[in-house]
């Protein structure tokens, strides 16, 4: 094994896992995960066998966007816990082999950080141009026709200085503007803060966003509709995108680097250009993952999937190791978006994601076939939900166990969303279970482990005729049958190491409906 793929790029090859932290664990009774929720949790994650973990926002926030509004860079949430709690949880899991990423939110910050505090108080206030501030058009009215995220407006008219301030995301998150070179040096000096306590990168958020088109020109109509933006019938072509924010990313980069090990970048790249999604990559020198969003919004189907797959691995440059992930805070669960609710597909779909060549990213719950909740309105906690898509729904208490509260937190206590059901079985029922989804989940994850590890494995589509996918990836063949029939076992594709049905199932030496194997 070399150094790099071991210790230098750990990534290649590994598998992460984000955990939405208020929803893990909650450890002091109010009905929030926490930190130290994390830290307990640490023997199960290296049972499970990840190589890392990426924390949703840790920083403080008034929680108007769930930490995705920073209102200081350099803290810990006090409802999460304190600078204590998350240098242990870096500590104890380094002694696990697990190292931690935390989620940076370089694209907007809450109105209540201290920067945008002095920036709303005057024109010529000292952080004013951290800022993006526009005049009215020239007829009155907001400065261009961007929408934010829940599709109104993106700019909040600000009485007291008379201009308009931006926002990709709700009117609590201003974007930062990152054509004031200050705003360059601050995010330096935080990206090394962490580093220098031992955080082994960052999550991005937003990482498409940060610079905006110098003249605000409007959006133009959308000519293709997707799930990656194009709201309102516009196309974001200067709202995100513009190609400085790669400067930004060289810079980091370059910090991460100077590390040992190095730091790892990855994106959030919400783009479905796979160009672009390359772009992100730069010459090596950029970010080392970004997020692949076609893969996400794909069919759970073989011909598309194989097709994103192959597209992908086609695009990016030599090298770039590709970042497959199905579910998030975001976009939903997998086990419901892809599989919904049928265990056999959600199988199926952890047997691809644990053998694509790269990097994949689980979402807590994703190794139990945890799936979406639909959460009631009058509880739902997300803002940006009230216009779009109920965020909330995956972002549930993970079910440790049987009992009322489900090992989430304390007896009697109401946790912040309401429980779900999980017909797989919580984590304590499907841990004894050798023929659970959880049990197949830690298979899969250390046969990728054992093949893996440190490299970036070769990946070469072998079929995918009549709902049947199979491809090579290293040393492994891989036979997904994404059909309700059963199919015949590949010719030739060697001894059989894993399926992803249950042992008992009656499919014998066929593929089952919905069955996927890998073979040596
Ligand atoms: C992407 C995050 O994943 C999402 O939860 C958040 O609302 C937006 N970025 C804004 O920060």
């Not at 200081?72 to 204590?84: F, K, Q, R, S």
């Not at 999937?305 to 086609?314: I, K, W």
């Amino acid at each position: 094994m070399d150094l790099m793929g071991e210790e230098g790029r750990w990534w290649h090859g590994a598998a992460l896992y984000q955990v939405y932290v208020r929803s893990f664990l909650d450890t002091n009774g109010d009905g929030y995960g926490d930190l130290a929720g994390v830290i307990d949790r640490l023997d199960y994650l290296a049972w499970l066998g990840v190589d890392g973990i990426w924390l949703s926002p840790t920083m403080p926030s008034p929680d108007e966007d769930w930490g995705y509004d920073v209102s200081d860079y350099l803290g810990v949430h006090p409802e999460l816990g304190d600078m204590a709690a998350m240098d242990r949880l870096i500590a104890q899991a380094r002694a696990r082999g697990l190292r931690v990423l935390l989620d940076l939110v370089p694209n907007h910050t809450s109105t209540a950080h201290p920067w945008f505090i002095d920036a709303a108080a005057s024109k010529d206030a000292v952080f004013r141009d951290y800022y993006v501030w526009a005049d009215p058009a020239p007829g009155g009215g907001a400065p261009n026709n961007w929408v934010d995220a829940t599709g109104a407006s993106a700019w909040e008219w600000h009485e007291p200085t008379g201009q308009y301030y931006l926002h990709l995301f709700l009117d609590s998150q201003p974007d930062l503007n990152w054509r004031e070179p200050a705003v360059h040096r601050e995010f330096e000096q935080i990206v090394r803060f962490w580093f220098d306590r031992g955080v082994a990168g960052f999550r991005i958020d937003v990482a498409h966003g940060l610079y905006k088109d110098a003249k605000l020109r409007d959006n133009p109509p959308a000519t293709v509709i997707n799930p990656l933006g194009h709201r309102s019938g516009l196309e974001p072509k200067y709202s995100v995108n513009q190609p400085e924010s790669h400067g930004v990313f060289r810079d980091w980069r370059a910090i991460a680097e100077a590390y040992q090990p190095p730091r790892l970048l990855l994106g959030e790249t919400w783009v479905g250009d796979y160009g672009m999604l390359a772009g992100f990559y730069g010459d090596d020198d950029e970010l080392q993952l970004a997020f692949n969003f076609p893969f996400v919004f794909s069919m759970f189907e073989a011909a598309e999937l194989s097709t994103v797959v192959g597209d992908t691995l086609a695009t990016l440059p030599a090298g770039a190791c590709p970042v497959w992930t199905a579910s998030n805070h975001d976009v939903g669960r997998f086990p419901s978006r892809w599989a919904a609710g049928d265990e056999r597909k959600a199988r199926l779909a952890l047997l691809v994601l644990a053998t694509l060549p790269g990097t994949v990213v689980l979402y807590y719950g994703d190794e139990i076939a945890m799936t979406d909740v639909d959460v009631p309105p009058a509880l739902r906690r997300d803002a940006m939900s009230r216009r779009s898509a109920p965020r909330d729904r995956a972002r549930t208490p993970m079910p440790w166990d049987a009992s009322a509260t489900h090992g989430f937190t304390a007896d009697g206590v109401r946790p912040w969303l309401p429980f779900g059901e999980t017909a797989a079985g919580d984590v304590a029922a499907q841990r004894d279970d050798p023929d659970s989804v959880l049990s197949f989940c830690r298979a899969a994850l250390a046969l990728r482990r054992a093949e893996q590890r440190g490299q970036i494995a070769r990946y070469e589509l072998r079929g995918r005729a009549d709902g049947l996918w199979v491809y090579q990836v290293g040393d492994l063949v891989v036979a997904a049958n994404f059909t309700d029939a059963p199919a015949a076992m590949p010719a030739g594709a060697g001894a059989l190491l894993l399926r992803s049905a249950p042992k008992d199932h009656p499919d014998g030496d066929v593929l089952g409906p919905w069955e996927g194997a890998v073979f040596k």
